[in-house]
């Protein structure tokens, strides 16, 4: 098959300002073997984006790591998990397109390829949420299999999501299976969260660096443990992100430091800065990739995709 033309996509602003932030190397899509990106493999890597403690990133994470991701030819796929629906808004997925959401998915009302939505993100996708999501734990409480609705429509999930009516550069883009599942999960470990966490094969933590970081943290993880012993024994941990980093702040850096020497290699070397264009992004219904590339959190979310696409390869490379 040819190879997509992916000239148009590389003279993009957004190309640009990661090829600046991650080196000589040109992105290339995922149909590819070279260069920056891990070669897919047969299905998609799904990780969800957790942490019980509210306001700490997870949304603004799962908005513009998929942003990034996409940006450098990955096929990425959101699911908005989270009743507040904060990633559908954020990427400007208006109330009336929300017409089957995860809400419909996780009761078994609609298949998930029939909620996903395009963004304005050429190759990132989303499974819009709505304010449903907050009846879903009582509904699904007498459920068989409750924890495991998500991970049993995804499996149903054909990989290159819905078929629709497409130009025929779009399809370039689209008909590439997904390779990235990012779950945006609600502060709270809940249904919605074990759902999420029994779907993946791994969990992204966005810490923010503040005092009771670790505090909520080791929480986190022993859920992540209960979870690997009774529902998925693959879940692993990812990586944890530091979010908010603010360098005037001495206390900023010692949580870095704190979270470091506790976690080790586990923690990205990105950090993600305390930034206001970050912010002001989703009252625009954009991502801060695409609200303002070259601000210093777009800049970083860049730098943390290509991180995380390195980790990705080594994860694979060991497995293999
Ligand atoms: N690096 C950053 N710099 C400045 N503001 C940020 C940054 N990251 C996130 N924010 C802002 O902080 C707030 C919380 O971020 P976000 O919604 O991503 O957190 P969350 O963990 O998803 O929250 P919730 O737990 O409510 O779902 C938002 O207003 C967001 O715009
Ligand atoms: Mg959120």
Known sequence: MDQPDNTARDNRPIDKALSAAVGN???????TTSGLLAPSTDRPRILVVANQKGGVGKTT??????????????????????????????????????????????????????????????????????????????????????????????????RHGKKREISEAEAQITMRPYSYLLIDCPPSLNLLTINAMTAADAILVPLQCEFFALEGLSQLLRTVERVKTSL????????????????????????????????????????????VRISEAPSYGKPALVYDHRCAGS??????????????????????
């Open 232 to 275: 998925n024994p693959r879940l692993e941990i990812q990586g944890i992100v530091l979010t908010m980093f603010d360098q005037r702040n001495k206390l900023s850096d010692q949580v870095a430091t704190d979270v470091r020497t506790h976690l080790g290699d586990k923690v990205y070397r990105t950090v993600i800065p305390r930034n």
């Open 25 to 31: 190397e040109t992105p290339r899509p995922a149909s």
């Open 61 to 158: 994470t799962a908005i513009n790591l998929g942003t990034a991701l996409a940006a450098v030819g990955e096929r990425v796929l959101i699911v908005d998990l989270d009743p507040q629906g904060n990633a559908s808004t954020g990427l400007g997925i208006g109330r009336a397109e929300r017409k089957v959401s995860a809400y419909d998915v996780l009761i078994g009302a609609a298949l998930i390829e029939d909620a996903v939505v395009p963004t304005q993100v050429p190759g990132l996708d989303i499974v819009p949420s709505t304010m449903d999501l907050l009846g879903a734990e009582l509904e699904l409480a007498s459920v068989p299999r409750r924890s495991h609705r998500l991970r049993d429509a995804l499996a149903r999930m054909p």
């Open 299 to 320: 800049k970083a979310y860049m730098k943390l995709a290509a991180e995380m696409i390195q980790r990705e390869r080594a994860i694979r490379r060991s497995a293999a």
